[in-house]
Each structure stands twice: as C-alpha cells, then as structure tokens.
T-cell receptor
Framework: DAGVIQSPRHEVTEMGQEVTLRCKPISGHDYLFWYRQTMMRGLELLIYFNNNVPIDDSGMPEDRFSAKMPNASFSTLKIQPSEPRDSAVYFC????????????FGPGTRLTVL | AQTVTQSQPEMSVQEAETVTLSCTYDTSESDYYLFWYKQPPSRQMILVIRQEAYKQQNATENRFSVNFQKAAKSFSLKISDSQLGDAAMYFCAHGDPSGNTPLVFGKGTRLSVIA
C-alpha cells in the first residue's frame, strides 16, 4: 500500500489567499484525522471523520477553516482567508476500526503564509 | 481530558550508548494505549512502540523498550545501542481503547546522537 498521501508537500501563499490541503487515506481505513503541528502548540487535532462523517471538529480554530470528506478515499482541509498564524505543518492520518490500534500518518504539508 | 507531558525538550546520547526519554500522562480511564512516535527531519511520523495499559509486561521492539508504570502514570522510552539514525524528535502519545479516537501528544523531545 502507498500509505497516506498528502498534497502538496509544501505550500507558500500570501495572507488572504485560499489554501486547500489534500489527503488520500490508506485504502479500507474508515477513520481520518487532521492534525496541525506548530512549535508553540505541538501536535493538535483539528478534526476527524468516521466513514466520511465528521465526528469532532472542536479543534478547528475558527470559521476560516473547513474540512470535507466527500468519499472514503479523499479529504480536504481548506483555509479561507489564510493568515500568517496558520503557518504550520498539517498532517493527515488514517486508521482502521478494530484490529491493532495504529494511526498511519502522511508526510505532512508545510504551509507558509506570508 | 487526557494530557501528556514530556519534560525533556532536548536530550543527547553518544553513539552505542543508552538513553531514556521521559513521559508522564494524566487520564481518568483505566484502559488506554500509549505510544512513542519518531519524527526525523523528513517530518514523517513513525510509530516506534505501542503499549496497552491493561498489559503489565513492558513492550519491546528491538533496541526500543518502555518502562510503563501505570500507578505513576509514567511511560519512558529506552533506546539501547543508539545509532546516528535515531536522531529525531520523539513524541509520547495517549489514545483511548476504542482504537480510533484522536491521539493526544506531548510536546516532544529532540534527541541528538553524537558520533
């Protein structure tokens, strides 16, 4: 399996622009998580889905952030408008209900907002 | 809510020596999972080792082992025979026993390996 795929790997944008991050989970996994990593706050959950349905979005910082999972093989995290404080590494992870508990992480997207 | 604390922002170890990274956590649950993840400069999060709270035996994966003290809510990682490739950020994390809820991470420990 190719593992969790994220795109782009790096994104540099200007304040006010819309940013869309993409994630393809491991085939067959039914849970998908979006985490954000910053120096100040470390790794924190933004939102997670089960069978394409958002379960907990309490970590989404504000209305500028939105996430969707239109099908089992694709999710997006959108920031509109972006701000410099959104600069971070955004990780997507997926897992499979039952079995051995493990979340598989994608390589992350490094976002820089100028 | 669960919390995870890593009190050592940075550690260093000589190649071939042993190093222990500390982690404490707080939870009201009696059953849960604990993890150590490695994040090298490539940014990839790699699972190093996993411990189920109901298992008293400490988990071991090759040169990596844990000292799990449930009563003390302590979960340290020991790396034996350290190698240059072990240099990375190490994150301790807590997960609930359902297996599919978000992980709660500590702030991480940056490990340097000196040749």
């Amino acid at each position: 399996d190719a593992g969790v795929i994220q795109s782009p790997r790096h994104e540099v944008t200007e304040m006010g622009q819309e940013v869309t991050l993409r994630c393809k989970p491991i085939s067959g996994h039914d849970y998908l998580f979006w985490y954000r990593q910053t120096m100040m706050r470390g790794l924190e959950l933004l939102i997670y889905f089960n069978n394409n349905v958002p379960i907990d979005d309490s970590g989404m910082p504000e209305d500028r952030f939105s996430a969707k999972m239109p099908n089992a093989s694709f999710s997006t995290l959108k920031i509109q408008p972006s701000e410099p404080r959104d600069s971070a590494v955004y990780f997507c992870a997926s897992s499979l209900a039952g079995g051995i508990y493990e979340q598989f992480f994608g390589p992350g997207t490094r976002l820089t907002v100028l | 809510a669960q919390t995870v604390t890593q009190s050592q922002p940075e550690m260093s170890v000589q190649e071939a020596e042993t190093v222990t990274l500390s982690c404490t956590y707080d939870t009201s649950e009696s059953d849960y999972y604990l993890f150590w993840y490695k994040q090298p400069p490539s940014r990839q999060m790699i699972l190093v080792i996993r411990q189920e709270a109901y298992k008293q035996q400490n988990a071991t994966e090759n040169r990596f082992s844990v000292n799990f003290q449930k009563a003390a809510k302590s979960f340290s990682l020991k790396i034996s025979d350290s190698q240059l490739g072990d240099a990375a950020m190490y994150f301790c994390a807590h997960g609930d026993p359902s297996g599919n809820t978000p992980l709660v991470f500590g702030k991480g420990t940056r490990l340097s390996v000196i040749a």
